[in-house]
């Protein structure tokens, strides 16, 4: 699903974010990716989303090769990953629904299907009365969860998440990780890069940690340390 | 496809409703660069006009001098009709043209200041062939002592396509110079609406929007501005050069205007392809450079 290869990422300052880091991801697996801020984490994800290109090595996602991928590529490799984010990346001036819609609009859906999909994905994230609300209307469980909605609208085979609760309260990222596993359950392949010690410690699943831009432990249902 | 392009031309008109007044000033633009354009191509096409009306009379003209006698005139007149390349030939006397130029011209008080009649007899002269309209012309010249001036259409007419010529290649720099001009403008009010979607365009391709998605509705937006911007420079222009005929043919009677349906409708045909082509070139542009930086 998620090969990864002696990657390397070396910025233009000469800063080393990731060094030779080789890693698998199977389908279906659920990943934690932890360690500090700036152990390398967002690069990990953004290389994954072909967001950043890698200054050596091979990453391969399902049938892409992401170092030969041709740009006007890029966008239909895209809509097999969902990503989520701390910041939610919502846009202001639309309702909850055209928020989710929007991400089906891109793929040329019907309006009949777009309206089938994000009626569903509502209900899946338990928000199907915020339908006509604005983002600013929502508490921060309630706009990760469009955030997250956004993301598995069209059902990717693979989501990925950048602190996903990172800027919420412990219930709350609680039930933001009930809801990843959730997706999860449903054979997503799930990556989430935090830090939030408590959580992966009571969510069992495998971790892996980073610290400076290196994999220091790989471990199948392992605690947040050693 | 269509669901695509009603949401495409609601995201322009959205993005246009959020940067209005920048919108107005980019159409505005738009049609004072078509309007200085279009006077532009109507001066020519009217200059090109007068040329051919020139060269399409069959006339020489032969000024007599002042001094000629009623008998010269006469015989000159027939020697000159019994030559096998002329068709007609007329004479108009110093009198008769003085009172034709004092009718057609009544606003002109020429006859105040003028103590006597300035004109020539003159002889007009026809041919049956254009062609040998230069040659006829010289002849004359050399013909009779009477003759004191040939003047023929021929060489006005060229002197006009000189002046057309002239036109036409300084035009094209203007014309270069005034795209440009507007080109940047339109570009940068897009570029307005861009950045304010600056987020949106992000989002739009970390959910797999293609870069041809993205560029629509800003390009939709350019052909609005382009084809407003064109419309009001058309209409503009179009009263402006009806009330323009009326003045002129009131001031100058007879004077050849161009007021043939086809060329005007191409003049204004090729005004509106331009507005169109200034409005999407100038948001494809503006919508390049963000998609760039988001890579």
């Given at each position: 699903?998620?090969?990864?290869?002696?990657?390397?990422?070396?910025?233009?300052?000469?800063?080393?974010?990731?060094?030779?880091?080789?890693?698998?991801?199977?389908?279906?697996?659920?990943?934690?990716?932890?360690?500090?801020?700036?152990?390398?984490?967002?690069?990990?994800?953004?290389?994954?989303?072909?967001?950043?290109?890698?200054?050596?090595?091979?990453?391969?996602?399902?049938?892409?090769?992401?170092?030969?991928?041709?740009?006007?590529?890029?966008?239909?490799?895209?809509?097999?990953?969902?990503?989520?984010?701390?910041?939610?990346?919502?846009?202001?001036?639309?309702?909850?629904?055209?928020?989710?819609?929007?991400?089906?609009?891109?793929?040329?859906?019907?309006?009949?299907?777009?309206?089938?999909?994000?009626?569903?994905?509502?209900?899946?994230?338990?928000?199907?009365?915020?339908?006509?609300?604005?983002?600013?209307?929502?508490?921060?469980?309630?706009?990760?969860?469009?955030?997250?909605?956004?993301?598995?609208?069209?059902?990717?085979?693979?989501?990925?998440?950048?602190?996903?609760?990172?800027?919420?309260?412990?219930?709350?990222?609680?039930?933001?990780?009930?809801?990843?596993?959730?997706?999860?359950?449903?054979?997503?392949?799930?990556?989430?890069?935090?830090?939030?010690?408590?959580?992966?410690?009571?969510?069992?699943?495998?971790?892996?940690?980073?610290?400076?831009?290196?994999?220091?432990?790989?471990?199948?249902?392992?605690?947040?340390?050693? | 496809?269509?669901?695509?392009?009603?949401?495409?031309?609601?995201?322009?008109?959205?993005?246009?409703?959020?940067?209005?007044?920048?919108?107005?000033?980019?159409?505005?633009?738009?049609?004072?660069?078509?309007?200085?354009?279009?006077?532009?191509?109507?001066?020519?096409?009217?200059?090109?006009?007068?040329?051919?009306?020139?060269?399409?009379?069959?006339?020489?003209?032969?000024?007599?001098?002042?001094?000629?006698?009623?008998?010269?005139?006469?015989?000159?007149?027939?020697?000159?009709?019994?030559?096998?390349?002329?068709?007609?030939?007329?004479?108009?006397?110093?009198?008769?043209?003085?009172?034709?130029?004092?009718?057609?011209?009544?606003?002109?008080?020429?006859?105040?200041?003028?103590?006597?009649?300035?004109?020539?007899?003159?002889?007009?002269?026809?041919?049956?062939d254009q062609k040998d309209i230069e040659s006829m012309a010289?002849?004359?010249?050399?013909?009779?002592?009477?003759?004191?001036?040939?003047?023929?259409?021929?060489?006005?007419?060229?002197?006009?396509?000189?002046?057309?010529?002239?036109?036409?290649?300084?035009?094209?720099?203007?014309?270069?110079?005034?795209?440009l001009a507007t080109l940047l403008i339109v570009m940068n009010?897009?570029?307005?609406?861009?950045?304010?979607?600056?987020?949106?365009?992000?989002?739009?391709?970390?959910?797999?929007?293609?870069?041809?998605?993205?560029?629509?509705?800003?390009?939709?937006?350019?052909?609005?501005?382009?084809?407003?911007?064109?419309?009001?420079?058309?209409?503009?222009?179009?009263?402006?050069?009806?009330?323009?005929?009326?003045?002129?043919?009131?001031?100058?009677?007879?004077?050849?205007?161009?007021?043939?349906?086809?060329?005007?409708?191409?003049?204004y045909l090729m005004l509106a392809g331009m507005g169109v082509?200034?409005?999407?070139?100038?948001?494809?542009?503006?919508?390049?450079?963000?998609?760039?930086?988001?890579?």
């Amino acid at each position: 699903m998620i090969r990864i290869k002696n990657i390397s990422k070396v910025f233009p300052n000469g800063f080393v974010a990731l060094e030779d880091v080789t890693l698998h991801i199977g389908r279906g697996e659920f990943v934690y990716l932890v360690g500090p801020s700036g152990a390398g984490k967002s690069s990990l994800l953004n290389l994954i989303f072909r967001s950043e290109v890698p200054s050596s090595g091979e990453i391969y996602i399902d049938n892409f090769a992401l170092n030969s991928i041709k740009k006007n590529q890029i966008p239909y490799f895209r809509r097999g990953i969902g990503m989520i984010f701390q910041d939610y990346k919502l846009l202001p001036r639309r309702t909850v629904y055209e928020n989710i819609a929007f991400a089906l609009r891109v793929m040329h859906y019907s309006r009949a299907r777009i309206r089938r999909q994000v009626t569903q994905v509502l209900e899946l994230v338990g928000l199907s009365e915020k339908l006509n609300h604005y983002p600013s209307e929502l508490s921060g469980g309630e706009q990760q969860r469009i955030c997250i909605a956004r993301a598995i609208v069209n059902n990717p085979p693979i989501l990925l998440a950048d602190e996903p609760t990172g800027s919420l309260d412990p219930d709350t990222s609680w039930e933001i990780m009930q809801l990843l596993s959730k997706i999860n359950a449903r054979q997503t392949t799930v990556v989430v890069a935090t830090h939030n010690k408590s959580i992966v410690d009571d969510i069992r699943k495998r971790v892996v940690g980073l610290e400076n831009g290196k994999v220091v432990r790989d471990k199948e249902l392992g605690p947040y340390e050693g | 496809m269509m669901t695509d392009f009603i949401f495409f031309l609601s995201e322009a008109i959205t993005g246009m409703r959020r940067s209005g007044l920048m919108i107005l000033i980019s159409i505005a633009t738009i049609s004072v660069s078509l309007i200085v354009l279009g006077m532009f191509l109507l001066m020519s096409a009217n200059i090109a006009n007068l040329g051919d009306f020139m060269a399409s009379k069959l006339e020489i003209r032969l000024y007599l001098r002042q001094s000629a006698s009623e008998g010269g005139e006469s015989d000159l007149r027939a020697r000159i009709a019994k030559m096998k390349e002329v068709k007609s030939v007329k004479l108009v006397t110093r009198d008769q043209a003085w009172k034709k130029f004092q009718t057609n011209y009544p606003n002109m008080p020429l006859a105040d200041w003028v103590r006597s009649n300035p004109l020539p007899d003159t002889i007009y002269v026809k041919l049956i062939d254009q062609k040998d309209i230069e040659s006829m012309a010289a002849y004359f010249r050399r013909m009779d002592s009477l003759i004191d001036d040939v003047v023929y259409g021929g060489v006005i007419a060229q002197q006009i396509k000189t002046v057309s010529n002239f036109l036409r290649y300084s035009g094209f720099v203007l014309v270069g110079l005034l795209t440009l001009a507007t080109l940047l403008i339109v570009m940068n009010t897009i570029r307005l609406t861009v950045i304010a979607r600056q987020h949106e365009i992000e989002i739009m391709q970390l959910v797999g929007a293609t870069n041809q998605f993205v560029r629509w509705p800003f390009l939709i937006e350019g052909l609005i501005i382009g084809s407003l911007g064109s419309g009001v420079s058309i209409i503009i222009l179009k009263f402006f050069y009806v009330f323009f005929v009326q003045w002129f043919q009131d001031t100058i009677p007879y004077f050849p205007l161009m007021y043939d349906v086809n060329t005007l409708r191409t003049i204004y045909l090729m005004l509106a392809g331009m507005g169109v082509f200034l409005g999407v070139i100038g948001a494809f542009i503006a919508v390049s450079r963000s998609l760039k930086t988001t890579f």
